[in-house]
T-cell receptor
Framework: EADIYQTPRYLVIGTGKKITLECSQTMGHDKMYWYQQDPGMELHLIHY???????EKGDLSSESTVSRIRTEHFPLTLESARPSHTSQYLC????????????FGEGSRLTVL | GNSVTQMEGPVTLSEEAFLTINCTYT??????LFWYVQYPGEGLQLLLKATKADDKGSNKGFEATYRKETTSFHLEKGSVQVSDSAVYFCALSETHNAGNMLTFGGGTRLMVKP
């Protein structure tokens, strides 16, 4: 059973608001990821981290930012939300030298009006 | 670069029908291959994997065989159930300096009708 949690599960906010999507894992995994999932289901890697104080941008350019101050915590922040940010955001983690197995949270569905 | 191509959905089947979801890949080295499943309202979870050529991954009645000669990893199940309705993602992983990174296919939605 994976132990990775995302909050909130659903969020509806107005344009211009600052939002933070929380992601926490209790497995002690070094690597963590944020994926954006569009309505067509395709997954796009937007951020990842190899460990504390490490953050990298993924394949898809994103206006969001991330931080990794603690191993278990990898929050994603949007300083000023826009309707184009409306999407499902999935957080995942993996052990450092894993064979490609990622553990996913249940996702945060963001709607910006 | 690496890429994964899946058959487009949705795939609609009746209960107990045979399922095949095609997946082909392009990779520069010798990747590991995976199938992930996403049930409605949930995140993805690993369904099965294969780490080298000719390996067969299996789980919950699903199977996929790593075919290096055809660069394929097709997902099959002999008799689907309504509870198998979900989105299925094929993925590959190659080792980079700091560990493995996954490349996902576009996903295939499966709908099983009673």
């Amino acid at each position: 059973e994976a132990d990775i949690y995302q909050t909130p599960r659903y969020l509806v906010i107005g344009t211009g608001k600052k939002i933070t999507l929380e992601c926490s894992q209790t497995m002690g995994h070094d690597k963590m990821y944020w994926y954006q999932q569009d309505p067509g289901m395709e997954l796009h890697l937007i951020h990842y981290s190899y460990g504390v104080n490490s953050t990298e941008k993924g394949d898809l350019s994103s206006e969001s930012t991330v931080s990794r101050i603690r191993t278990e915590h990898f929050p994603l922040t949007l300083e000023s939300a826009r309707p184009s940010h409306t999407s499902q955001y999935l957080c995942a983690s993996s052990a450092y030298r894993n064979t490609g197995e990622l553990f996913f949270g249940e996702g945060s569905r963001l709607t910006v009006l | 670069g690496n890429s994964v191509t899946q058959m487009e959905g949705p795939v609609t089947l009746s209960e107990e029908a045979f399922l095949t979801i095609n997946c082909t890949y392009t990779a520069t080295g010798y990747p590991s291959l995976f199938w992930y499943v996403q049930y409605p309202g949930e995140g993805l979870q690993l369904l099965l994997k294969a780490t080298k050529a000719d390996d067969k991954g299996s789980n919950k009645g699903f199977e996929a065989t790593y075919r290096k000669e055809t660069t394929s990893f097709h997902l099959e199940k002999g008799s689907v159930q309504v509870s198998d309705s979900a989105v299925y993602f094929c993925a590959l992983s190659e080792t980079h300096n700091a560990g493995n990174m996954l490349t996902f296919g576009g996903g295939t939605r499966l709908m099983v009708k009673p």
